[in-house]
């Protein structure tokens, strides 16, 4: 066996390095999973202005600071609390099955405020008592409330705020007999002010309504104790502490404590998106994406050892460190693994053959058609030959990743990331591992002699066919547009006829899935939840057992009303999965994600423009826009919902779309640079008969993984799998039937085409000759 050469053994080095790296990563950092797979609660908040103060980045800063005191006194198991753009706040409790509980405990301003009592109200001050609830009451002004009681008092202006507070700590008195009561301890400034205002309280005789201090939380009296007989006028209670008193059980003294220990938020919630899942749905999804993953790998290794043997077999090796790497990837950045970023993971799988494909039909080019000497010769000019295309398909297919982090929020965004991770992971795989290991074994004297066993000394089945039949596909460019847009018509016609079913996401509302002890059917619960007062109510079936329930607004009450209702019907009805979009965020979110498939279509025909001619921009943009219009077309006559998931499947299209007119575009830039005098039609077929190998072997390697993902995966994830198999076949056929096309059509010069004598030397290799 030849002694291998420096880079060769340097990249060898390399390789091992990544693999122990990350095999180390992998072992000993685990990845975090997203709620839509733990199960847990996930809010997004929105800092709303109040008449006197407006809204600032630091006000919101302040609030995420307030917000994650709180949550951490709450002790859940690794909460997440970021900020969202300026004025939002994303809050995701894993484990936390009540959201109720958890919105009302985020969403209180608990301004805390201590004021001196000026007397008894009369019941005619009730207006003003009602007037002066609500965020928006000024604690700088004199105010009436009603104490525990329900007694109006007339309460001086604010003596003490919440910053003032140092902390709060819910206590139990056994021998007091005070039972659960709040101790509240002072800052140094709060404790000066706070033996002021009681000192001036001590001054009014016992049973005065003016000897007792209210303390006010979100413009209720929580407590207004009198002070104790004992303290002289002017005294005043010192210390820096005091105690809150009243009938509390363990369950709100803790609440309360929580509150305002945690701070006064700088400036009103509002709860603008909710989702809560269940643990057993995630379980369930993990388990069917698990399997769909390794089905699907399973596959298409065996595909890809079945077509390249033993290339094939040490890129199925590439392709399970491929997978590690994607994995110890996603833990070492901390990022978070959602359902729809554990299907990219699944798709980028199929995506990772896909360079792995373009080197060996080259060198089986090199080998088989044009004579290279050696597998190992050809094996590195496969390589070498292959490297633009790889490059520039990877790099579009990076925008539209790009474009999911950078416009999409939750579970779509993990999935930006999870692709964009895949795509850089696929690269290292093959440009990398696969070199190292394929080189490695074309130098074996056992390998070396005997060729075929490497998998690129035939030309394959397609290639075989092809060069038998030599097909002139771009005789008639005009004719495949034509039946492009025949396509578009039908297709389209479903959006005008059908409309699209946009998801909450986009048109915001409530959506609810149930799981019932009995099948339910979808009418009799419509007709059911239409007696009971929703006539506006989407019911589907989500599953055998499962109901999903969809409306524009629902409240808390009315959900449970909607669940008593399916409970009726299907024995029970406990909820597995409930998402809130307010209607504001539904407008924003459509917006971005035409905003992102603007941006996508953009980006792609500048950076076309930069590599190729601005021609085949054009038409390689042109196709990504029929196929987006197809997918969606598609999606509008089979009444599948258009929610985020499928925007994140609609611009991975669009990245997968143009992979494979850029491998057609690089072949063809390839021919034009060998010969100018070949007309570009003819340029063109040769293009597309040369990578239909690559086309049909890729599409194969990913159809499969989809497939599996479609057939096995949890529901969630049905639509998206069958959005990206619809998205495989057009974006395929519209890479040589359409972007081919029109490309030839917008070249400036369109020649004659060649008669039978120009076919029979274009199979030659020569010039064909025009009359």
Partial sequence: MPRPDRSLRTRALLVLAVIAAALTIALTVPVRLGLDLSGGTQIMLETRPTPTTGISREATDRTVEVLRGRIDALGLAEPTLVRSGDHRILVELPGVQDPV?????????????????????????????????????????????????GQLLR???????????????????????????ITVDFTDAGSIRWAKATAEAACHPAGDPQRRIAIVLDDKIISSPRIDPAIACGAGIGGGTTQITGSFDDAE????????????????VEIVEQRVIGATLGDEAITAAAWAAGIGTALTALFVIAVYRLMGLLAAVALACYGLISYAALAALGATLTLPGL?????????????????????????????????????????????????????????????????????????????????????????????????????????????????????????????????????????????????????????AVRGLDLGIEFTGGRLIEYTTSRPV?????????????????????????????????????????????????????????DELIGPALGEELRRNALIALGLALAAQLAYLAVRFRWRFATAAVGALAHDVLILVGVFAWLGKPVDAVFMAALLTVIGYSVNDSVVLFDRIRELLARDRTTPLARSTNRAILQTLPRTVNTGMG??????????????????????????????????????????????????????????ADARQGAPARLR
């Fill in 253 to 268: 003294a803790r609440e309360l404590a929580l509150l305002i220990s945690g701070g006064a938020l700088p400036v009103p």
């Fill in 521 to 577: 059917d979808p009418d009799r619960a419509r007709t059911a939840l239409s007696e009971a007062g929703f006539p506006r109510a989407l019911v589907q079936p989500s599953g055998e057992h499962r109901l999903t329930v969809r409306t524009q607004t629902l409240t808390n009450t009315e959900a449970a009303t909607v669940a008593e209702t399916i409970g009726r019907l299907g024995g029970k009805a406990d909820p597995i999965r």
């Fill in 702 to 759: 990913a159809a499969l993984v989809l497939t599996a993902l479609a057939v096995l995966a949890d529901d969630a994830l049905t639509d998206f799998a069958l959005a990206l198999l619809i998205g495989l076949a057009v974006g395929t056929y519209s890479s040589v039937f359409t972007a081919a096309p029109a490309a030839i059509a917008l070249h400036p010069s369109r020649p004659t085409l060649p008669d039978r004598q120009g076919r």
């Fill in 155 to 181: 309460l001086k202006a604010a003596d003490l705020r919440g910053d003032d507070v140092k902390g709060a700590d819910a206590r139990f008195d056994r021998q007091g007999g005070a039972g659960w009561h």
């Fill in 101 to 149: 509980k958890a919105a009302d405990v985020l969403g209180r301003t608990a301004q805390l405020t201590v004021h001196a009592v000026l007397g008894q109200a009369p019941a005619t001050d009730a207006t003003d008592a009602d007037a002066a609830a609500g965020p928006a009451a000024d604690p700088d002004a004199e105010r009436v409330l009603p104490d525990e009681t």
């Fill in 343 to 495: 299907a990219g993971f699944v798709l980028t799988i199929g995506m990772a053959v896909d360079a792995n494909v373009l080197v060996f039909e080259r060198a089986r080019e090199d080998f088989a058609v044009r004579g290279r000497p050696t597998a190992r010769s050809a094996l590195t000019a496969g390589f070498r030959g292959a490297l633009s295309a790889i490059a520039d398909s990877n790099i579009t297919t990076l925008i539209a990743a790009g474009l999911l982090f950078a416009f999409a929020s939750g579970p779509v965004r993990g999935f930006g990331v999870t692709l964009g991770i895949g795509v850089l992971a696929s690269m290292i795989s093959a440009l990398l591992i696969t070199r190292v290991c394929a080189e490695y074994a074309a130098r074996h004297p056992f390998v070396h002699g005997r060729p075929r066993l490497t998998g690129i000394a035939d030309t394959g089945w397609v290639r075989d066919r092809l060069m038998r039949r030599s097909p002139h596909l771009m005789r008639h460019p005009r004719r495949w547009l034509a039946v492009s847009a025949a396509l578009l018509l039908v297709t389209g016609s479903g959006i």
